[in-house]
């Protein structure tokens, strides 16, 4: 079994940064892809990034240029680094984590953290 605490969530102003960490624990050998969804009020859960053990990264649209995301693997962590921050990424974000390639729905999932951004 793998657990997931995020950390970092919070408000800022628009055009602002903020930095989000999940630290893995448990059966973290299983891991590969780890990453980062969020989910607005209304709205379906989206793709902000995921990083395999690898390196390899992929972003949603709506961020690309303007989040990274990085891992240690050391410290068996991942962090997502947000810049330019819009309104429009106002969400719940959550850190996933599975031992496959992908995150899919019965992927390990953290409990969420809120990002507000103010205009």
């Known amino acids: 079994q793998v657990q997931l605490v995020e950390s970092g969530g919070g408000l800022v102003q628009a055009g602002g940064s903020l930095r989000l960490s999940c630290a893995a624990s448990?059966?973290?050998?299983?891991?590969?892809?780890m990453g980062w969804y969020r989910q607005a009020p209304g709205k379906q859960r989206e793709l902000v990034a995921t990083?395999?053990?690898?390196?390899?990264?992929n972003y949603g649209d709506s961020v690309k240029g303007r989040f990274t995301i990085s891992r240690d693997n050391a410290k068996d962590t991942v962090i997502l680094q947000m810049n330019s921050l819009k309104p429009e990424d106002t969400a719940v974000y959550y850190c996933?984590?599975?031992?496959?390639?992908?995150?899919?729905?019965?992927?390990?999932w953290g409990q969420g953290t809120q990002v507000t951004v103010s205009p």
């Open positions: 996933a984590a599975d031992s496959w390639s992908a995150i899919e729905d019965d992927s390990t």
């Open positions: 448990g059966s973290i050998f299983r891991i590969n892809v």
């Open positions: 990083i395999t053990k690898d390196g390899h990264t």
